[in-house]
Nanobody
Framework: QVQLVESGGGLVQPGGTLRLSCEAD????????MAWYPQAPGGQREKVAS???????NYLESVKGRFIISRDNSKKTVYLQMTSLKPEDAAVYYC???????????????WGQGTQVTVAS
């Protein structure tokens, strides 16, 4: 069994900072790409940041310069450092990972349970 466990969400004022974490746990052989997908009420999940196993990153234009994605492969954890937060950044943030389990021949998509980020005065 594999699960992604997120933490770090909360309430922050506009212009504030939050750091999200997501740890992969279980029978994991290797992890390829990891990413963060916020989903606002009534909206779709949209990838805002991703990182490959060797550290290459990619960002949605609207978060470039404000968000930084990183990972610690030894801890099977991905982070999202969010700065200069805006009200429109508010959403449930879902962690994603492309994981190969021990004894499996291929990779599968896994999702976390989501962590709420609220940006308000």
């Amino acid at each position: 069994q594999v699960q992604l466990v997120e933490s770090g969400g909360g309430l922050v004022q506009p212009g504030g900072t939050l750091r999200l974490s997501c740890e992969a746990d279980g029978s994991i052989f290797t992890i390829d790409a990891m990413a963060w997908y916020p989903q606002a009420p009534g909206g779709q999940r949209e990838k805002v940041a991703s990182i490959t196993s060797d550290g290459k990153t990619n960002y949605l234009e609207s978060v470039k310069g404000r968000f930084i994605i990183s990972r610690d492969n030894s801890k099977k954890t991905v982070y999202l450092q969010m700065t200069s937060l805006k009200p429109e950044d508010a959403a449930v943030y879902y962690c994603y990972a492309d994981i190969q389990r021990w004894g499996s021949s291929g990779f599968r998509d896994y999702w976390g349970q989501g962590t709420q980020v609220t940006v308000a005065s």
